[in-house]
């Protein structure tokens, strides 16, 4: 199946502890987004690449730190982990950079992130 | 900056019609796109305007109005699966690239 996955699907961790989070799509995108959506299901970018270079990097803590080893591929690890990190994180592909034309993105099943 | 507003929910009978309206503020315009969340589940795409006026894709379509900031989603023959959050979402154009601004979704409860 052409898609955009991602693992865990579900991750339970303490507080201070350091977890990463897997994307792939198989789609032959050359963008590829992360997103977080908070417990108010407010859907807000965090980073994206294209063709493995960081193009986006909204406000966020230096804590997460994304890696893409390849265009096919986005990974995020996040560092000692906060309870305000609890949230669903949403992976996504699209073709190109929203450049001005018509460019939807796919998105991954999400990783609930529930830090204790 | 980019303002996106839309009702927090709404609710619907089982074959009626249903129209969720979203107003943005943008500095520049690349168009607006519509998703569908089913809830536990990914946003899915569901239309794409860029032009004025209507787009209709099944029993799903979209409106747009440059002048007016404003975009609805209207949806015929309502079924219970399409009790899901529907997102109405901006491209902004920031450091060489855009990048999707969400408002913050309608959730949309379908009874029979």
């Known amino acids: 199946d052409t898609a955009v996955s991602q693992t865990p699907k579900y991750l339970v961790t303490q507080m201070g502890n350091d977890k990463s989070i897997k994307c792939e799509q198989n789609?032959?995108?050359?963008?590829m987004y992360w997103y977080k959506q908070d417990s108010k299901k407010f859907l807000k970018i965090m980073f994206s690449?294209?063709?493995?270079?960081?193009?986006i990097n909204e406000t966020v803590p230096n804590r997460f730190s994304p890696k893409s080893p390849d265009k096919a591929h986005l990974n995020l690890h996040i560092n000692s982990l906060e309870l305000g990190d609890s949230a669903v994180y949403f992976c996504?592909?699209?073709?190109?950079?929203?450049?001005?034309?018509?460019?939807?993105?796919?998105f991954g099943p999400g990783t609930r992130l529930t830090v204790l | 900056g980019q303002n996106i507003d839309q009702p927090t929910e709404m609710t619907a009978t089982e074959g009626a019609i249903v129209q969720i309206n979203c107003t943005y503020q943008?500095?520049?315009?690349?168009?607006l796109f519509w998703y569908q969340q089913h809830a536990g589940e990914a946003p899915t795409f569901l239309s794409y305007?860029?032009?004025?006026g209507l787009e209709e894709k099944g029993r799903f379509s979209s409106f747009l109005s440059r002048s007016k900031g404003y975009s609805y989603l209207l949806l015929k023959e309502l079924q219970m699966k399409d009790s899901a959050s529907y997102l109405c979402?901006?491209?902004?154009?920031?450091?060489?690239?855009?990048?999707?601004?969400f408002g913050a979704g309608t959730r949309l409860a379908v009874h029979p």
């Open positions: 996504a592909s699209s073709r190109k950079t929203l450049d001005r034309t018509h460019n939807e993105q796919f």
């Open positions: 789609l032959g995108h050359d963008t």
């Open positions: 690449y294209n063709n493995k270079e960081l193009i």
């Open positions: 943008t500095s520049g315009f690349n168009g």
């Open positions: 305007n860029v032009l004025d």
């Open positions: 979402a901006v491209p902004r154009f920031s450091g060489g690239y855009n990048k999707l601004i």
